[in-house]
């Protein structure tokens, strides 16, 4: 009766140590290559310091499959349609017009990068006449310099990889400026909501 006891004990043990495993690597696995998001966790209740405006440089790693594409001189939008059907017809992408919008095209891309779509466009028709925009992912530094009220801080970027649209679209390895907006606690950490990037003009 003892040695049974002594082995339903260990086979319980065994099998908490097993789940313990099995957890961590889970965990450990969806903390792969995917990109991350923007938020970080911050106990609910915690003091709010109030909106953070900083500027930074970002690097663009690459793009989604989506592009969208445009033409500022009306007249070469037929142009712009049969181009974007050689395409279509190839295999290379799958185009429709954005509702409500005369002048776009949303473009699912098979073959193409958006920034190679862009390449392509120019070559094709007049290069001062086309858009192309699209949504990419951007590195950002580990931390950006908060000055608040004279004194200064470090603002930590929580999971330095985001997504944000950018138009016109940048090669990628690029560095562009980006400005951002976040909720900072009173001891500068992000607020668990996404940061709010966009592309800094001129």
Do not use: C
């Given at each position: ?28 696995n ?15 209740g ?41 395409l ?86 690029s560095?562009?400026?980006v ?7 009173t ?16």
């Open positions: 009766m003892e040695d049974k006891t002594k082995k339903t004990i260990f086979l319980i043990g065994s099998l908490f140590v097993a789940v313990i495993f099995v957890t961590s690597y889970a965990a450990f969806n903390n792969g290559t995917a990109p991350a998001s923007s938020s970080t966790t911050v106990p609910v915690t003091p709010l310091s109030g909106q953070f405006n900083g500027a930074t440089n970002a690097l663009v790693e690459n793009y989604t499959d989506l592009a969208y594409v445009s033409v500022t001189n009306r007249s070469q939008m037929s142009e712009l349609n049969d181009t974007l059907g050689v279509q017809a190839n295999g290379t992408i799958t185009f429709d017009p954005i509702p409500g919008n005369s002048t776009t095209y949303s473009a699912l891309l098979s073959s193409i990068t958006t920034y190679q779509l862009y390449l392509y466009l120019s070559n094709s028709l007049n290069s001062a006449n086309v858009l192309v925009s699209g949504v990419a992912y951007v590195k950002l530094p580990n931390s950006v310099l908060y000055v608040p009220g004279g004194s200064s801080a470090l603002v930590a970027i929580p999971n330095t990889t985001h997504k944000m649209m950018v138009k016109p679209v940048v090669a990628i390895n560095t562009i400026p400005k951002m907006r976040a909720i900072l606690t001891t500068h950490q992000i607020y668990g909501i996404p940061l709010n990037l966009t592309l800094t003009e001129g």
